[in-house]
């Protein structure tokens, strides 16, 4: 069946808005996916050191450590999975800086919840596929 392979699949939210954590947890969920949650990068870098995580969808501007300085830290950890970058910030420069750092993906969070299924394909599509 279709769904098993997906549900292996480990998708992290991490943002500091947890309305966001929320909103992206219904729409992971309902696509399903059992969500991890992580309000800082702090958080995220503790959850990766001890479970397997596929994507990462990373906020940027976070108090404590920043986006960018999370994807440093996971580029130091050699994280094997995808970051997608989602932000309410339309900086070119951020952007490249981001995509330098690692990120495969930087993303509007106007456009997201649009975007969602696409990314969850394009970054997940191993997993799906169940190779």
Do not use: H, W
């Not at 069946?1 to 954590?21: K, L, Q, W, Y």
């Not at 479970?51 to 960018?68: S, T, V």
């Amino acid at each position: 069946m279709g769904d098993s392979a997906s549900e292996r699949a480990t998708v992290a939210v991490v943002d500091d808005d947890p309305r966001i954590r929320a909103l992206l947890e219904d729409e992971l969920t309902d696509e399903g996916f059992e969500p991890y949650l992580c309000a800082s990068g702090a958080e995220l870098l503790q959850l990766v050191d001890r479970q397997p995580i596929d994507l990462i969808l990373l906020d940027l501007m976070m108090p404590e450590m920043d986006g960018l300085q999370c994807l440093q830290q996971l580029k130091t950890r050699r994280f094997p999975g995808s970051v997608v970058v989602v932000t309410a910030l339309s900086d070119d420069a951020k952007r490249r800086e981001a995509i330098e750092s690692g990120a495969k993906d930087y993303v509007l969070k106007p456009d997201l919840f649009e975007s969602l299924p696409g990314l969850i394909n394009q970054y997940l599509r191993v997993k799906q596929d169940g190779v």
